[in-house]
């Protein structure tokens, strides 16, 4: 196993760390991007093989984290289950790589071509972005997420965990250097910053003198705020999941009763978790109350509008602001809606383009609201908790990108290419 990193908080001069960690990134950025798919898979094939063989090291970092955090008195209980990982959770690391390992090769792949009356044959074809710069926040899955995305299609990556997981991290870290290793790749092609100093961020966000090419945010508001505010380099912004699932009229009350739980309760602290409730007018008399009654009798606060709060005396009142947000945690607003056109409406004003559901049996509704909704993911008859790059079938995300810039929703090996055109000649000039 790879030595572990040391620790530099408190660094006098961390502007020269950074900056080293750049280059050393940029210059294996160059060997990735020319490195054969059967080299970047030797090396996930080692990184699973390395996961698995040191569960029990993660596990223990892991479990100094999360004491700490406990400890700290400060933690809800949807932080503690980002940051706690499992064997279940430590396996399925694993098993993302192995899903990655076993995807196309991205980087290289013409996806168009055509001849010109000239003669000439263009071609447009994957490329590697560069380097990447990761900044997250508790989930230290992230880090193998990440990098093993980012080698898949030949990415370096610059990884910036929070504090709170900085432990786990390390620990994930080193077996995906073990697996650069064993493949002759430079180990620098996933670094991870080795300080919790918050100003590491800053200077990521700055791009680190044109180093890195683009940053990928994933944690709360205030990381989010200051990545909106500082960011000199492009972002695939991964905004919070205030997520809506609208139960139509036309609903079958066991399927919606099912997806709304699984939406809302099975993790409440991942951004796929469901938020808002929207229920059809034309059969609330039929589904409100049972959905209501469902959601409270399972541990989770309801905030409803009048009607809403009639169905069940225990319901608390919504306020504006309860509309506009991401709970994690086990609460959701719930609200009455005149059909697909009312709920779409809300989603309009209060959704944040991440993920939004609609329970219909009216396929013309379910168009309706999929074509209309302007969400990086929209589903129909399925829970807003499949808004994760595995169960998308990438192995694993970067994060989900819900702006409108180059990758939207789960960014996979896939997203996180560009492309350049490259032209066939046989001597053509221009007149």
Known sequence: MAAPLKAVDGTADLQALMSDLATRARAAARVLALAPPEQKNRALEAMERAIREHAA????ANAEDVADARASGNATSSFIDRLTL?????????????????IA?????????????????????????????????????????????????????????????????????????????????????????????????????????GTVDVIVPRGGKSLVARVEQEARVPVFAHLEGVNHVYVDASADL?????????????????????ETLLVDRAAADKNLKPLI???????????????????????KAASEDDWDTEYLDAIIAAKVVD???????????????HTDAIVSADEAAANKFLSEVDSAIVLHNASTQFADGGEFGFGAEIGIATGRFHARGPVGAEQLTSFKYRVHGTGQTRP
Do not use: Y
């Open 339 to 353: 059909g697909v056109d009312g709920a779409i409406a809300h989603i309009q004003s209060h959704g944040s383009h």
């Open 254 to 274: 066991a399927m919606a009763k099912s997806i709304v739980l699984n939406a809302k309760m099975r993790r409440t602290g991942v951004c796929g978790a469901a």
């Open 57 to 60: 090291t993660i596990l223990a």
């Open 293 to 315: 009654e469902m959601l409270i009798d399972s541990g989770c606060e309801v905030r409803g509008d009048d009607a809403v709060q009639k169905a069940d005396a225990r319901v």
């Open 105 to 209: 090769d991205p980087v290289g792949i013409v996806t168009e071509s055509w001849q010109r009356p000239n003669g000439m044959t263009i071609e447009r074809v994957r490329v590697p972005l560069g380097v990447v710069g990761v900044i997250f926040e508790s989930r230290p899955n992230v880090a193998a997420d990440a990098g093993v995305l980012c080698l898949k299609s030949g990415n370096a990556v610059i990884l910036r965990g929070g504090s709170d997981s900085f432990r786990s991290c390390r620990a994930i870290h080193q077996c995906l250097v073990q697996g650069l290793r064993e493949a002759g790749l430079p180990e620098a092609a996933i670094t991870l910053v080795p300080t919790r100093d918050r100003a590491a961020v800053g200077m990521m966000l700055s791009g680190l003198n």
């Open 86 to 102: 499992t064997p279940a959770r430590v396996e399925s690391m694993a098993e993302g790589i192995s899903i990655v390992r076993g």
